[in-house]
């Protein structure tokens, strides 16, 4: 088969390397890719939120499949335009992934179907959202409504710091339209686990627990970032919570969906709290999280590919998928002063070294003309192991990760630490 993954960053380079593996896969294409998915992928300088182009060149090129892994061109409806050209295409249509686009509709679900998820309001005007917050207090949640890169969330300890993120959304336009409508919500306490599901509309199936770390320093310290590091499985996720998860969450989510009208194919990303009064949604995602992907894939121990076209084909349920014992863990090497400004285009040393007892995925890198590759964004690269517990996994991520260096490199020291 021939096989395009839309994306650019370290999730698409682990999705990538993952489909090389499968026997199914004769060639494998990634647009527009990075200095790490061209070692495993022809790269297409096309845009991953060029739909038009994007569909037109995988018909041209007579694609067999296509994988679009980024928020954005499953709500630009990327998987619709693609199926409408005859083309299987793996993620939701544009109206299912408005779970992800939009946080006011999937809050109006989950309150719909009795999803427990925090209580919450939506606004669409500034001074009635200022007031809510003062009559609510702190701590509390402010969300833009629609995508932001992961950064649209600030669970402010304040009123001020509360009212200030709903100006910068509403009034600043810090997200542009996405900070349009504002979700306020109460502030949950309780441990973080993401769980992302495998779904072809019909069936799901969860795969192993995992955690993120998105604040940009140690002891969750700075600002928000698209992550910093991830490991699976998480230690706080029992299998007592998993089945009451399963029946009080995940299967009401796709019947939800199904009944609206917006029967879900992909990967649901479920953020769960677990709350003192049992877990609830944090938030929905349309696609395989950044970086829990690396890991996951890391400890998947069943083709991919497999799974891609039984989601599509919505026969998931005759899929035996498997996973390794042990656990993973996924290291982000950043550009420092990343997620605010930051400079690129530093060469990287150490990648074959540290290649010896990691996965290094690449997220913000280039190959220059004379092959060297240099930094090209604000996280560069995720350094992944496997070992046989969490603290084998993290030992060995963070000693490869020591064999590379580049200009203002950083990196928290306390991943995986729960």
């Given at each position: 088969?021939?096989?395009?993954?839309?994306?650019?960053?370290?999730?698409?380079?682990?999705?990538?390397?993952?489909?090389?593996?499968?026997?199914?896969?004769?060639?494998?294409?990634?647009?527009?890719?990075?200095?790490?998915?061209?070692?495993?992928?022809?790269c297409v300088p096309i845009k991953a939120t060029d739909v038009t182009e994007m569909v037109a060149w995988a018909k041209e090129n007579k694609m067999d499949f296509v994988m679009v892994a980024p928020d954005d061109p499953l709500a630009l409806g990327m998987v619709d335009q693609l199926q409408e050209a005859g083309i299987p295409a793996f993620g939701p249509r544009a109206n299912a992934a408005i779970i992800e686009a939009s946080k006011a509709f999937s809050k109006e679900l989950m309150k719909k179907y009795h999803i427990p998820t925090a209580q919450y309001e939506t606004f669409t005007e500034m001074d009635k959202a200022l007031a809510y917050i003062d009559q609510?207090?702190?701590?509390i949640v402010v969300k833009a409504d629609g995508l932001a890169l992961g950064k649209g969330v600030v669970v402010a300890s304040t009123v001020e710091e509360a009212k200030t993120a709903v100006r910068e959304m509403m009034q600043d336009q810090k997200f542009g339209k996405s900070g349009s409508t504002v979700v306020i919500e109460e502030c949950m306490t309780g441990p973080e686990v993401t769980v992302l599901a495998f779904c072809d509309g019909e069936h799901l199936v969860p795969m192993l627990s995992?955690?993120?770390?998105?604040?940009?320093?140690?002891?969750?310290?700075?600002?928000?970032?698209?992550?910093?590091?991830a490991f699976c499985p998480s230690p706080n996720y029992t299998p007592e919570l998993a089945a009451i998860c399963e029946e009080q969450i995940f299967k009401p989510t796709v019947a939800a969906l199904k009944a609206e009208g917006r029967p879900f194919q992909g990967v649901i990303y479920f953020g769960l709290m677990l709350t003192p009064k049992g877990p609830k949604v944090v938030e929905y995602n349309a696609r395989f999280g950044d970086p829990e992907t690396q890991p996951l894939l890391?400890?998947?121990?069943?083709?991919?590919?497999?799974?891609?076209e039984a989601c599509v084909n919505g026969t998931l349920d005759q899929v035996d998928i498997r996973w390794k014992e042990g656990a993973a863990c996924c290291i982000v090497l950043a550009s420092g002063g990343y997620p605010l400004s930051y400079q690129s285009g530093y060469p990287i040393s150490g990648l074959e070294e540290a290649s010896k007892t990691a996965t290094v995925f690449h997220a913000?890198?280039?190959?220059?003309?004379?092959?060297?590759?240099?930094?090209?964004?604000?996280?560069?690269?995720?350094?992944?192991?496997?070992?046989?517990?969490?603290?084998?996994?993290?030992?060995?991520?963070?000693?490869?990760?020591?064999?590379?260096?580049?200009?203002d490199m950083h990196m928290r020291t306390d991943i995986g630490k729960v």
């Open positions: 088969m021939k096989v395009l993954v839309v994306g650019g960053g370290g999730r698409e380079h682990a999705i990538c390397w993952k489909l090389s593996q499968s026997p199914k896969v004769t060639e494998l294409y990634c647009a527009p890719g990075n200095g790490g998915i061209a070692q495993v992928a022809t609510q207090g702190a701590p995992s955690q993120d770390h998105k604040r940009a320093y140690d002891d969750n310290q700075g600002p928000n970032t698209g992550g910093m590091g890391s400890m998947l121990d069943t083709d991919l590919m497999e799974i891609f913000g890198t280039k190959q220059t003309e004379s092959g060297d590759i240099v930094t090209a964004g604000g996280r560069v690269l995720g350094v992944t192991a496997v070992g046989n517990s969490l603290n084998d996994a993290i030992e060995r991520a963070y000693g490869a990760s020591k064999c590379i260096s580049f200009t």
